[in-house]
């Protein structure tokens, strides 16, 4: 088929929304453009994150291998030269096949001087010809040729910055969840200048020669809680009833974290805004989806854009207690899963198979027509491939002194095992024989407060995902790393230069 035959690509991105975070799956929420794509599309009820942190969960979906196999495990660990990733990036290999690739907001191939102060990287765009980014460069932080907010607006820059810092670190406090309304508008939000630049992409920097392949990734609804104007009032308080925290829930592979004293320490009131601001906020990312998904249906090139939508992990948002991600339990590890476009059968469909984020690279493969590689471990969701389970890995935060002992999930519909070491991987071997346990029955147990790894009642469901997972982990690993996979694809077509021309220079 010829590269201008084959469907633009449009893969759309928010950081930490929940799986039931839309409102075609919680008439909640008010997200309208994502409700219509849904309509045209399938929803896929069932998705699941690798591994429930931003930096690994992101590189496990740009190059589709789990984080134990591309090296990237936890939020303090990066791969810091193109050489040494461990196989092409999607951007790689879309360009390599023809694609126009521009990314506009979050990868977080690299981490801020301040998790990894001293360690030198060498950033690259990875793939992207186009390529812009909130924020400032710094020195950990800058991928070569980029565009940058402080850089572009440094008038709109300084506000947001300032305002975020009033969340404290990553938001992950009480300030960040009680949250407030914003003083800037929306249109001057970091998101609303990443918006704008895809757009002026799409009007004045295509490559008329060739499809593209466009990645819009978001910071919200990621703490702090900072609404933009207008927002809020799409929702009425009374929809959301506090979720005050549980009797304690004793053991489990996250127990005692910090996570579990914010929302606790947080008054009725504060939960129930909390919960309103974060709804308010998956408004806003769908408000500036909708202009995207506008504009291409006037341009007249959404019937030919395959459109894929996702989030990084999810939020506790007080299940059980927490907030955030950093563990395994169903808010913080499911996430949203749409597509829509050319190849997608049953339009409006909900698709109950287990599905990965390590499934985005084989299906935005195979939409483009091409061959999905066999090292990778996940599958193309335009497939009729079932898996039986669905896999997430978690090795600790990466902020503590040592890297934690891993704990793993393998779940389906109905159930959920959890297993997982305490403390140090380098002493997890020897205490190899002391795995914990979580066990739950999701359809009867949603917030998963009641462990039923021990119960003599559940011991065949037990040993079955007990099995299920290991062969699952065997099977992955039989088929990355091998020789093939780590030989680099060759780029053709235009040389990869900084492409600036699109935009005013600051």
């Known amino acids: 088929m010829p590269a201008t035959k084959r469907p633009n690509i449009l893969f759309l991105m928010t950081d930490q929304q929940r799986h039931d975070a839309l409102g075609s799956a919680n008439p909640v929420y008010r997200t309208p453009a994502l409700d219509r794509l849904a309509a045209r599309g399938v929803r896929f009820s069932q998705a699941v994150c690798n591994v429930p942190m931003c930096v690994p969960s992101r590189y496990s979906m740009?190059?589709?291998?789990?984080?134990?196999?591309c090296g990237v495990k936890h939020n303090a660990q990066m791969v810091t030269r193109d050489p040494e990733m461990p196989v092409p990036t999607l951007a790689e290999r879309l360009r390599a096949a023809g694609y126009q690739t521009a990314g506009f907001g979050k990868t977080h191939w690299y981490i801020g001087e301040a998790?990894?102060?001293?360690?030198?990287?060498?950033g690259s765009r990875r793939g992207f010809e186009v390529r812009a980014l909130r924020g400032s460069k710094g020195p950990n932080n800058d991928e070569a040729g980029g565009l940058y907010m402080a850089d572009d607006r440094p008038d709109w820059h300084g506000p947001v910055a300032k305002e975020q810092a009033g969340g404290g670190p990553g938001g992950e406090s009480v300030p960040g969840y009680v949250g407030a309304t914003s003083a800037i508008p929306g249109e001057r939000?970091?998101?609303g200048w990443l918006t704008d630049k895809a757009l002026d992409f799409l009007e004045r920097g295509r490559d008329p020669a060739r499809p593209f392949f466009m990645y819009l990734s978001l910071d919200y609804p990621h703490v702090p809680l900072f609404v933009p104007p207008g927002f809020e009032e799409l929702y009425d308080l009374a929809d959301f009833p506090d979720n005050p925290p549980p009797e304690p829930v004793p053991g489990g592979h996250v127990a005692g974290h910090r996570f579990e004293e914010i929302w606790p320490a947080m008054s009725p009131d504060e939960r129930r805004r909390s919960r309103l601001r974060y709804a308010a906020l998956c408004s806003y990312t769908d408000s500036l989806f909708g202009r995207v998904l506008d504009r291409l249906e006037a341009l007249g090139e959404l019937e030919n854009t395959f459109v894929l939508f996702t989030s990084d992990h999810g939020d506790m948002l007080g299940d059980r207690g927490r907030v955030t991600k950093y563990s395994l339990y169903e808010g913080s590890v499911r996430v949203p899963l749409i597509v829509a476009g050319p190849g997608v059968a049953s339009p409006g469909m909900v698709d109950e198979r287990p599905a990965e984020l390590v499934d985005v690279v084989p299906t935005l493969l195979d939409a483009a027509g091409l061959e999905i590689p066999d090292a990778l471990p996940?599958?193309?969701?335009?497939?009729d491939a079932v898996r039986p389970g669905s896999f997430a890995e978690m090795h600790g935060r990466g902020y503590e002194e040592y890297q934690r002992a891993p704990a793993v999930m393998y779940r389906t519909a109905e159930w959920k095992l959890i297993l997982h070491l305490p403390g140090r991987l380098g002493e997890a071997l020897p205490a190899a024989g002391r795995i914990s346990g979580e066990l739950y029955r999701l359809a009867d147990d949603p917030l998963e407060l009641n462990n039923c790894y021990a119960d003599a009642a559940c011991a065949q469901v037990r040993e079955r995902l007990t099995a299920q997972a290991l062969m699952h982990l065997m099977c992955s690993v039989g088929r990355f790393p091998s020789a093939p996979s780590r030989a680099r694809v060759r780029v053709t077509g235009p040389e990869t230069k900084p492409d600036r021309s699109i935009w005013p220079q600051p």
Do not use: D, I, R
């Not at 996940?378 to 497939?383: A, C, E, K, V």
């Open 62 to 69: 740009m190059t589709g291998l789990y984080g134990f196999q």
């Open 115 to 122: 998790v990894m102060p001293g360690v030198p990287v060498e």
């Open 189 to 191: 939000q970091a998101e």
């Open 378 to 383: 996940g599958l193309s969701l335009l497939s």
